[in-house]
């Protein structure tokens, strides 16, 4: 039914509208190590941080305690 032409045009327009897909994706660059990847996704505390961590709160709840001290010795009010 189609001439050979138009088997050619369509080649060469799936050959051009093709190529303009490809332009438009992303350059990767260097892949990342996996371990990089992960790591993003981790929640999870290394030693280091984990001190630190806990060395503020018990900063925090020295700070709290005596707070609660110093409510309780001073006077009441009428």
């Given at each position: 039914?189609?001439s050979?032409s ?15 897909c ?24 290394d030693?280091?941080?984990r ?28």
């Open positions: 039914m189609f050979y138009a088997y050619r045009l369509a080649a060469v327009l799936s050959v051009i509208l093709l190529s303009g490809t332009s438009s994706l992303s350059d990767p660059g260097p892949m990342q190590q996996f371990s990089d990847v992960i790591r993003s996704y981790d929640r999870t505390l030693k280091s941080e001190d630190a961590a806990i060395t503020d709160l018990k900063h925090e709840k020295e700070r709290q305690q005596a707070q609660v001290e110093k409510v309780k010795d001073a006077p009441k009010a009428n």
